[in-house]
């Protein structure tokens, strides 16, 4: 299963070429992953104020083609790996059904006290779960 994420891109996301600047589809990508965590009941507000960390670790993308000004983008986003201490988030991005770029994010679990990687919680393994792509 998949969760899909829209937004138009604005003026500010793109550079001097008048395509989307590159670092701006991490913020996107941002923006879809914490909606997809609030809608599977893991807001990040939440997850913070209990004191839960789950930085990126690593992300890399693939820029395939252009995006512009005023376009309405989809994002779909899946569990790509879900390890004992992290997980994984593909993204892909489509405008009007092509595929533009794809990005992957990897986050960690991390104990408070210590800092350390930590095993994932059992709840937000089962969260997570249905939304692998292995599950496609």
């Known amino acids: 299963m998949e969760y899909e994420y829209r937004f ?3 003026l500010h996301d793109t550079d001097h070429a008048g395509v989307v600047f590159f670092a701006h589809l991490f913020t996107h990508a941002h923006d879809a992953y914490e909606a997809f ?12 104020a209990d004191g839960v960390r789950l930085p990126v670790a690593h992300a890399d993308a693939d820029y395939l083609l252009p995006l512009h000004h005023g376009e309405e983008v989809a994002v ?4 790509a790996e879900l390890g ?8 892909e991005f489509r405008c009007d059904g092509e595929l533009r770029a794809r990005l992957r994010t990897v ?7 210590s800092g350390r990687p930590a095993d994932l919680p059992q709840d937000m393994r089962a969260q997570l779960g249905p939304f692998g792509l292995e599950d496609d």
């Not at 779909?76 to 569990?79: D, N, S, W, Y």
């Open 8 to 10: 138009q891109v604005r």
């Open 37 to 48: 965590m609030a809608s599977v009941g893991l807001g990040l507000g939440a997850l913070i």
């Open 76 to 79: 779909t986003l899946a569990i």
């Open 84 to 91: 004992r201490t992290s997980f994984t988030v593909a993204y």
């Open 107 to 113: 986050h960690v679990f991390l104990d408070t006290q």
